[in-house]
């Protein structure tokens, strides 16, 4: 009996000393200032891989001053960061089959639905899988905004209000609907539109309204008009270094 008891707390200890060894602390990034939804779904995301995993899967959080949406892809590439919030939009030249997807930003009204839909797009789609093996990259899902509005600094009622506007565009699809209606869309990342509205660089931007308060927009910003401009669905909210996933 006493020999059993000690050999189930030698077996005890060596699980113990496993459990510790192989504990796997992630590093992840949402891109994001602080207040914006991205911050919290990966707050959220820390919480659940540390619950699911039983403690030996955890994720620290860097900050967007340290790596921002824009930067993304180099901090996976680096091993910077083991898991990101990466916008193919903004990266036409790496993610030329992904992006097809935005073509059809316009039609986006149910940002589940239009999430589901990305999902399943770039899971089954071959050369979009292809993209992401070649930057080192792993695709988990996709996510949507709400649909986009427009946020001016000076009331849009009509088409001829768009004339010579200067509107922040997140991707292709929405420079498109701007051009369209006579506007210049000026790409700039999503969290330099603040100060860019502050300077008066552009007259408003094309994003989702929750950015009045992630983005602190309500402070230069007065007008907000509902067009159909869309969802932004081309994202993939959790992408991971392919090395660190193979592991």
């Known amino acids: 009996m006493k020999l059993t008891h000690t050999l189930m707390l030698g077996a005890a200890a ?12 992630l590093r992840g990034a949402g891109g994001a200032s602080p207040a914006h939804p991205s911050t919290y779904m990966y707050e959220q995301f820390a919480t659940f891989l540390e619950e699911e995993s039983g403690g030996s899967i955890s994720l ?22 083991s898991v990101g919030n990466l916008l193919p939009l903004f990266f036409p030249s790496n993610f030329e089959r992904t992006n097809v997807a935005g073509d059809m930003a316009l039609i986006g009204r149910l940002s589940h639905a239009m999430a589901l839909a990305m999902t399943e797009f770039v899971v089954n789609c ?64 999503v969290g330099e539109q603040f100060e860019a509205l502050n300077q ?15 983005f602190r927009l309500v402070d230069v910003a007065d007008y907000v008009t509902e067009v159909p401009l869309g969802t932004y669905h081309v994202t993939s909210n959790f992408t991971f270094n392919q090395s660190t996933w193979a592991g």
Do not use: K
């Not at 988990?140 to 506007?165: F, K, M």
């Not at 008066?200 to 992630?214: E, P, Q, R």
């Open 14 to 25: 060596a699980l113990c000393t496993t459990t510790a060894a192989s504990a796997l602390d």
């Open 60 to 81: 620290s959080l860097v900050g967007s001053e340290v790596v921002s949406l824009t930067q993304v892809p180099d901090a996976l590439s680096s091993e910077l960061i």
């Open 126 to 189: 071959d050369p979009c899988q292809e993209e992401f093996a070649e930057q080192g990259m792993v695709f988990l899902g996709a996510g949507a905004s709400d649909p986009y509005v427009l946020i001016t600094t000076t009331p849009v009622r009509s088409a001829e209000d768009l004339q010579g506007l200067r509107l922040r565009s997140g991707g292709a699809p929405f420079s498109h609907w701007a051009e369209n209606f006579g506007a210049t869309p000026v790409s700039i990342a």
């Open 200 to 214: 008066g660089t552009i007259d408003g931007t094309m994003t989702s309204l929750v950015d009045m308060l992630s």
